[in-house]
């Protein structure tokens, strides 16, 4: 069964740089392009960034265009989000997703 677990999330102080993680598994992962998504505190999902299956093609929210990079190691059956200059309007709940496919998310909080 298809398996998305996120890891790399925490605390950073506002201007700080975290790096998300999600490892997949029970599917051929290099065959599909995968997500991030994330969740404000009464707020609703909203897309933060796609890459396309071979990694070559990405796509940001504009709000994160510029800060947040998105990338995947087909070999390691991983894709990672780089995040930098991070604001308190970034705290959210991140999730891999594929498809209709979700990981648990982990929590990212800018706070000083």
């Known amino acids: 069964q298809v398996q998305l677990v996120e890891s790399g999330g925490g605390l950073v102080q506002p201007g700080g740089s975290l790096r998300l993680s999600c490892a997949a598994s029970?599917?051929?992962?290099?065959?599909?392009?995968m997500s991030w998504y994330r969740q404000a505190p009464g707020k609703e999902r909203e897309l933060v960034a796609v890459i396309s299956s071979a990694g070559g093609s990405t796509n940001y929210a504009d709000s994160m265009k510029g800060r947040f990079t998105i990338s995947r190691d087909n070999a390691k059956n991983r894709v990672y989000l780089q995040m930098n200059s991070l604001k308190p309007e970034d705290t959210a709940v991140y999730y891999c997703?594929?498809?209709?496919?979700w990981g648990q998310g982990t929590q990212v909080t800018v706070s000083s």
């Open positions: 997703t594929l498809g209709g496919y």
């Open positions: 029970g599917f051929t992962f290099s065959s599909y392009a």
